[in-house]
């Protein structure tokens, strides 16, 4: 976060199904140095892009499911 000091902050888009409780909860996730988040509109790749996200990071080893890595 320290690279983001003195940027503008910018609202995100949410879809109309997104409530407030999710909200909070997405601000409250604890998260670590080097997480990877992967967001999107429902039924836009996101899979596809987790799967390509997932490849780089192991660089090309084999994983079964994207969630085993």
């Not at 192991?58 to 969630?67: D, P, R």
Request: hydrophobic share 40%; glycine share 8%.
């Amino acid at each position: 976060l320290q690279r983001l000091k003195g940027m503008r902050r910018v609202k995100m888009p949410v879809l109309p199904i997104t409530s407030d409780e999710t909200l909070a909860s997405c601000k409250a996730l604890a998260h670590q140095p080097g997480d990877t988040f992967i967001a999107s509109y429902p039924k836009s790749g996101t899979t596809w892009v987790q799967n390509i996200v997932a490849t780089l990071i192991n660089k090309g080893a084999e994983f079964g499911h994207v969630s085993e890595c």
